[in-house]
């Protein structure tokens, strides 16, 4: 049985990668709207969110694009109540922060680690947080986040991964008697289990 999203409002919080297209494009085919949140400071990522918003576009799907800063909660919760002001509603929303930069242990050095930690643990937490209120505001949804599957090599990305799906295994107790739900999906094959994670109700 194919997916059914129409009329559903979806917010993707990405960096922008070919994975991050993959599950918008999944998204949009199965008839969700669709705002795209940027975490990134590089152009280039910017670029390539734009190109997966005009691809939202060109299915026919009410799609828009927004540069975030990932750790600022404020301009997570602006995005969150951006997404219901122009598209009328949140269903729910895909947090996928993508893959970091593979350094060893014995290599990783503070400044290396810090922006990293920013984009794959601050980040995820405060686009968590603000979505969490829009949804549970709302009487419920589904918050999705794509991690790395489990024993990933690198140490950052090991550590990074669990504690998403520590945040994500949180939310789903938080959740469980308000409406909202908490997902995780490996990165791998993600966007088929994105669409189906949102799909069920």
Known sequence: MTADLSGRVLALVCRG????RAIAVALAEAGAN???GTVTTSQQEEFSTASIANEVW???REQFNRVLEAADPAAAASFAAEVVDTLGR???????PGLPPAIPFDELSRDEWEPEATEHLTGPLFAAQAFWRVLDRA???TIVFVIEAAGHHDIAGSMFGEGQRALGAHLGILGA???????????????QQ????????
Request: glycine fraction near 16%; proline fraction near 0%.
């Open 177 to 191: 008697d308000r409406g909202v739900r908490a997902v995780v999906v490996s990165r791998e094959g993600a966007a």
């Open 34 to 36: 669709l705002a795209l």
């Open 194 to 201: 994105v669409v189906s994670a949102l799909s069920s109700r």
């Open 17 to 20: 990668s070919e994975a991050d």
């Open 58 to 60: 060109a299915i026919g």
């Open 90 to 96: 949140c269903d729910g929303v895909v947090i996928a």
């Open 139 to 141: 009487g419920g949804g």
